[in-house]
């Protein structure tokens, strides 16, 4: 009896240790401390170059094909704010489509589910009636929105009103509507996006805002759960300061060409080292529309082959961008590449160079000389040199 009992014993542990997930690759920071990971966090590795995806399609859901070209690429992705709206109804639908269209073909896929903290888009249920024609008949809605402290006019911008966060009502509201999406579509988490809270509407109330800000973030964290992801847009600024400690990832979004000078780029390098020491993950986001090249020519906004000049331009522009993210990242951090974000901007084009080998970087970037703009560094594969004051860069893979 004794004899069996302990076979079956042994035998358990057996089965307990190959049930268990596999441990998590230590991977080494920069400054040569170990990335403190948490087990629902996606996939990373330096196989190749760490991509994360973001996109969405207003009038459709995606294709078979369409879901395996991205699962192909990157472990981590987000349904954007107003996809499959046309075709199902409700961006929560279209939402909901795509996390079970890609965990079919890849389980462990991480996919956010979109949220705005300030802007009302009305594109799932949830905000369906934030619009001009329906809004007054829900007064309840109209008092979570900003007005104008002198007309008392809804604020808005191209029709889309502002939320008030500085009402406790609307806060709560929030919290449970963008749990309730979470849940419904099965994601694994949230983007939540633009997290000033237009602060620069009420300057008196400036600090009042971002403590707010921050009160309403750290409440979604507890509603979704220690294991969801919340991934805040530039949560790094000043204006989200109060922000950062509730989020598990922050995206560098780069909105415009002077999120994208030598010094705004130097300053990203740092953040990304602290936000990787802090055990928080990172979404380097190049959108090749803020491009000093398309800038300074405007009928590269125009017509119908928009997309088609902006995919000629991703293209040569490449290599400059990918070494921007390459001489910064750190582990769990993600290079995201397109020019807007619609899933015809960029997230079905193939770039090779974005498959290529790369291998662990082999240390902290280089900057040859203090007052200088240019960086080097090495990884396992590949060497990578960039200037970002004349906007040139060399990757060799080895």
Not at 66 to 85: L, M, N, P, Q, Y
Not at 117 to 138: L, R
Request: glycine share 6%; net charge neutral; charged share 25%.
């Amino acid at each position: 009896m004794k004899f069996s009992l302990s076979i079956i014993s042994v035998f358990s542990t057996i089965l307990l240790f190959c049930s268990c997930k596999p441990p998590q690759i230590p991977y080494k920071i920069s400054d040569g401390n170990t990335f403190e990971t948490k087990s629902f966090y996606p996939k990373f590795s330096w196989e190749t170059t760490p991509m994360y995806y973001m996109f969405g399609d207003p009038k459709r859901v995606l294709h078979p094909e369409e879901v395996e070209f991205i699962a192909e690429r990157t472990d981590f992705i987000c349904i954007e704010k107003s996809h499959g709206h046309g075709d199902l109804g409700a961006a929560e639908l279209g939402a909901k489509h795509e996390v079970a269209a890609f965990k079919k073909v890849k389980p462990d896929m991480k996919v956010l589910f979109y949220f705005n903290s300030a802007y009302a888009w009305p594109f799932t249920s949830y905000n369906k009636n934030f619009t001009e024609e329906n809004i007054n008949n829900y007064p309840e809605l109209k008092a979570f929105l900003i007005e104008n402290p002198e007309t008392k006019a809804l604020e808005e911008r191209k029709n889309v009103f502002y939320f008030d966060v500085l009402n406790p009502d609307f806060r709560e509201w929030w919290v449970n509507t963008v749990a309730e999406g979470v849940q419904f579509s099965g994601a694994d988490g949230a983007f939540i996006d633009q997290m000033h809270g237009f602060s620069w509407l009420r300057h008196d109330k400036s600090q009042d805002v971002q403590k707010a800000m921050g009160a309403m973030m750290k409440a979604l964290k507890e509603k979704l759960g220690p294991t969801k992801i919340v991934l805040g847009n530039n949560a790094n600024a000043k204006l989200a300061q109060y922000v950062f400690p509730s989020i598990d990832a922050n995206m560098f979004e780069h909105y415009g060409d002077k999120m994208l000078t030598k010094e705004k780029l130097l300053t990203d390098w740092e953040d990304m080292l602290k936000i990787s020491k802090a055990g928080k993950m990172s979404i380097f986001r190049i959108g090749v529309e803020y491009d000093s090249v398309a800038i300074a020519n405007p009928s590269y906004y125009k017509g119908k082959k928009r997309n088609d000049r902006f995919t000629k331009l991703s293209k040569e522009k490449l290599e400059y961008y990918h070494a921007c993210y390459l001489i910064g990242a750190q582990p769990y951090s993600y290079f995201q590449y397109g020019w807007g974000w619609q899933l015809s901007h960029g997230s079905l084009i193939d770039y090779p160079e974005l498959q290529k080998p790369l291998g662990a970087p082999k240390g902290a970037y280089h900057r040859t000389s203090t007052t200088g703009w240019e960086f080097t560094r090495e990884f396992e594969q590949a060497s990578v040199w960039v200037n970002t004051e004349t906007r040139q860069a060399k990757i060799t893979w080895h």
